[in-house]
């Protein structure tokens, strides 16, 4: 791992050197690297130091450490814990045909729907005064 690291450190620093070397050019909203007209330079360097980049390097190491340990603790926690149990009433055998007075029943006769529904006929309320 540790010579992934520096390998890493390395390229880094090397794209670094390559890129304190370009001219950015600002135009209105945009950047370019080609001058324009009106357009201003930006100072585009790295202000990271050497020591900082290997500060943040030693504390990604140590997350990932930290982390890797966290993961371990949390698998082995699941893997101990007791399985969930769910809690309340117990499920009812199913009723008899009889009594399940949703149910359509079967029609009896020819030619009749199964339980016709009863008729609802609206009744407009009788002018006030009157009963």
């Given at each position: 791992?540790?010579?992934k690291?520096?390998?890493?450190?390395?390229?880094?620093?090397?794209?670094?050197?390559?890129?304190?070397?370009?001219?950015?050019?600002?135009?209105?909203?945009?950047?370019?690297?080609?001058?324009?007209?009106?357009?201003?330079a930006?100072?585009?360097?790295?202000?990271?130091?050497?020591?900082?980049?290997?500060?943040?390097a030693?504390?990604a190491?140590?997350?990932?450490?930290?982390?890797?340990?966290?993961?371990?603790?949390?698998?082995?926690?699941?893997?101990?814990a007791?399985?969930a149990?769910?809690?309340g009433?117990?499920?009812?055998?199913?009723?008899?045909?009889s009594?399940?007075?949703?149910?359509?029943?079967?029609?009896?006769?020819?030619?009749?729907?199964?339980?016709?529904?009863?008729?609802?006929?609206?009744?407009?309320?009788?002018?006030?005064?009157?009963?």
């Amino acid at each position: 791992m540790p010579v992934k690291n520096a390998i890493l450190i390395a390229a880094l620093a090397l794209a670094a050197a390559g890129a304190t070397g370009q001219t950015v050019y600002r135009c209105g909203s945009s950047y370019s690297a080609q001058p324009c007209a009106g357009g201003a330079a930006l100072d585009v360097s790295d202000p990271t130091t050497p020591q900082a980049a290997r500060q943040a390097a030693d504390a990604a190491k140590a997350d990932r450490k930290r982390a890797d340990a966290l993961e371990k603790a949390r698998l082995a926690q699941e893997k101990n814990a007791p399985k969930a149990v769910v809690l309340g009433p117990a499920p009812k055998p199913d009723a008899p045909a009889s009594a399940r007075p949703h149910e359509k029943k079967k029609a009896k006769g020819k030619g009749k729907k199964a339980q016709d529904p009863e008729v609802f006929t609206a009744v407009a309320p009788g002018k006030p005064g009157k009963k």
